[in-house]
């Protein structure tokens, strides 16, 4: 009887130490979706995280957003094609990225949302961030191929962007590490521009093979390694800031335009209306899991502070036929925001 206890006993051991980690492994889910309406497509998610707030680019305004409620708490308006926002809270300041006509940047009160001034920039003004290693705003001009860059307490009205940094292809979103480097994706030519911010000039091209046109970017800033989503291939790249080699590539589904990094995770979410949850484990990347997202959920920001996701998209016409090909056309006034969290 001893013995068959202590078989019993190890058989239960045995089960529970297999099943723990199947326990404790996190799932994430829409938890959430926030109806918001209003006028314009949308482009760029950007959360502050200390007030839990979202500035969305909707077209020819930018909406500021509760978190929690799903109330509008602005709206800054005036901008022909907006595309992405960064924002210094350190110094109560915004800056919107309107890539019609010439290009400019718009530059907005925190608190009042009032708009402080416009700065000229270059045609397809795009993606856009904040480096507060070295307390520079970085974005990216489409068109014009170049990486611009401005000191945040810039005058809003007579100030002038530096001198912009040629990249040798056309940009579409960036990131920025502790050492004065940015990563720049070059869409059209599959590759990442890294650029030395300090001597002003671009270092290294480096593919993103097996991958496509790279869209998605973000950055482990810790463990130097960059998480790539590519179009057509459609794949997850790890990256390695130090060498670019590249450690891993994922599947995603079609349609990726964001990726982000957040507590040991990336995540990349995609147009089909998936998204992917990539980890590493004993050293080897995998897919984690697929979330079931609204279509059209393809842009994406992250507050650290809640572990909250927050993508943006609409409800779609049916395609007319023979325009499946085409990007589905939104229906008015039908503009949310879709909550995923850890469950």
């Known amino acids: 009887m001893r013995t068959l206890r202590i078989v019993v006993i190890s058989l239960a051991v045995l089960v529970i130490a297999v ?26 998610v950007t959360v502050d995280a200390a007030s839990h707030r979202l500035f969305v680019t909707r077209s020819t305004h930018t909406q ?5 409620t799903g109330k509008v708490l602005g709206d800054i308006l005036g901008q022909k094609r907006s595309h992405g926002t960064a924002i210094v809270p350190e110094i109560g300041r915004g ?27 270059m045609p397809d003004s795009d993606g856009i961030i ?42 579409e979103f960036l990131a920025y590490d502790d ?4 990563y720049v994706n070059l869409e059209d030519k599959d590759l990442v521009a890294v650029v030395d911010l300090k001597t002003r000039k671009v270092i290294a091209r480096w593919p993103v093979a097996p991958g496509g046109h790279p869209v998605g970017l973000a950055i ?20 390695s800031t130090e060498d670019g080699k590249v450690l891993a590539d994922l599947p995603i589904g079609a349609g990726v335009d964001a990726t982000k990094f957040h507590a040991g995770r990336a995540f990349a979410s995609c147009g089909d209306g998936t998204l992917t949850v990539a980890s ?5 990347f995998e897919v984690e899991q697929v979330v079931k997202t609204p279509n059209g959920a393809r842009t994406m920001g992250v507050d650290d502070s809640t572990d909250k996701l927050y993508l943006s998209t609409a409800g779609f016409e049916a395609p007319a036929p023979g325009a499946a ?10 503009f949310m925001i879709v909550e995923v969290g850890k469950m």
Not at 64 to 68: E, G, L
Not at 280 to 284: H, Q
Request: hydrophobic share 40%.
């Open 130 to 171: 904040y480096d507060k290693a070295q307390n520079l705003v970085l974005a990216v001009s489409g068109d014009g191929g170049a990486l611009m860059t401005f000191k945040p307490d810039i005058d809003p009205v007579n100030g002038k962007i530096d001198p912009p940094i040629e990249l040798g292809g056309a940009p």
């Open 64 to 68: 500021v957003i509760d978190a929690v």
């Open 220 to 239: 482990d800033r810790k463990a130097h390694r960059l998480f790539i989503g590519c179009r057509n291939p459609q794949k997850l790249i790890v990256m």
């Open 280 to 284: 590493e484990k004993a050293g080897k």
């Open 179 to 182: 050492a004065g480097k940015a």
């Open 325 to 334: 090909s085409r990007r589905p056309k939104p229906k008015p006034d039908t």
């Open 19 to 44: 099943c723990l980690p199947a326990l404790a492994q996190t799932q994430w889910d829409v938890t959430k979706t926030m109806h918001i309406g209003g006028e314009g497509a949308w482009d760029y």
């Open 95 to 121: 800056f919107i990225t309107d890539g019609g006509g010439t290009g400019a940047i718009v530059v907005f009160d925190l608190n009042t949302y009032a708009t402080l001034g416009t700065l000229a920039t």
